[in-house]
C-alpha cells in the first residue's frame, strides 16, 4: 500500500444539510484533491490503471477528487477523506488473479453419473408394474 499523502491538496468548505448553530458559519465539509498524471509514486503502467478504473471519478483536468462531512469537525473529515483516498486508489493498482477453466476429474464425473443413475433406479422400482 502506497502512502502518498504528500500530493493531497485539501480545501475546506461548509457542510450541506440541516445542522445546528453552526451550520452557516464553519467550513467542516473538505475535499482532497490529488494530481493523477504529476504523481511521483506511481509509474506509468500503475497510472493508466488508476485512469481506467477511476475514470469516473477523475475530472477533465487529470484530478482525482473527494469530499467528506461525515464528521462534525474539520480535522476528522481530513483523516476520514485521506483514508479514503488512499483506499480507492491502493485498490485500483491491484490486479486480479486471471482465472483458468478447470475440468471436473474422472472421478467427480464418474460418482455424479453413478449416484444419478442409483436415483433413476430407486425411482423406477417405485413403478407400479403390472
Same mark, same amino acid.
Given at each position: 500500500?502506497?502512502?502518498?499523502? !504528500?500530493?493531497?491538496?485539501? !480545501?475546506?468548505?461548509?457542510?450541506?444539510?440541516?445542522?445546528?448553530?453552526?451550520?452557516?458559519?464553519?467550513? @467542516?465539509?473538505?475535499?482532497?484533491?490529488?494530481?493523477?498524471?504529476?504523481?511521483?509514486?506511481?509509474?506509468?503502467?500503475?497510472?493508466?490503471?488508476?485512469? @481506467?478504473?477511476?475514470?469516473?471519478? /477523475?475530472?477533465?483536468?487529470? &484530478?482525482?477528487?473527494?469530499?467528506?462531512?461525515?464528521?462534525?469537525?474539520?480535522?476528522?473529515?481530513?483523516? &476520514?477523506? /485521506?483514508?479514503? /483516498?488512499?483506499? &480507492?486508489?491502493?485498490?485500483?493498482?491491484? &490486479?486480479?488473479?486471471?482465472?483458468?477453466? @478447470?475440468?471436473?476429474?474422472?472421478? !467427480?464425473?464418474?460418482?455424479? #453419473?453413478?449416484?444419478?443413475?442409483? #436415483?433413476?433406479?430407486?425411482?423406477?422400482?417405485?413403478?407400479?408394474?403390472?
Amino acid at each position: 500500500m502506497k502512502d502518498f499523502t !504528500k500530493e493531497l491538496s485539501f !480545501k475546506a468548505s461548509r457542510s450541506s444539510g440541516a445542522g445546528g448553530q453552526n451550520v452557516n458559519k464553519v467550513e @467542516t465539509s473538505v475535499t482532497v484533491m490529488w494530481n493523477v498524471e504529476e504523481s511521483e509514486f506511481f509509474n506509468v503502467f500503475q497510472k493508466n490503471l488508476i485512469q @481506467t478504473k477511476l475514470k469516473n471519478r /477523475i475530472n477533465s483536468e487529470g &484530478i482525482l477528487q473527494l469530499t467528506v462531512s461525515e464528521s462534525r469537525t474539520q480535522f476528522q473529515n481530513k483523516k &476520514i477523506a /485521506i483514508e479514503k /483516498i488512499l483506499e &480507492i486508489v491502493n485498490d485500483s493498482v491491484v &490486479i486480479p488473479k486471471t482465472r483458468f477453466k @478447470t475440468k471436473p476429474s474422472k472421478a !467427480k464425473v464418474q460418482k455424479r #453419473l453413478d449416484s444419478k443413475k442409483k #436415483l433413476s433406479d430407486k425411482k423406477e422400482n417405485r413403478r407400479f408394474k403390472f
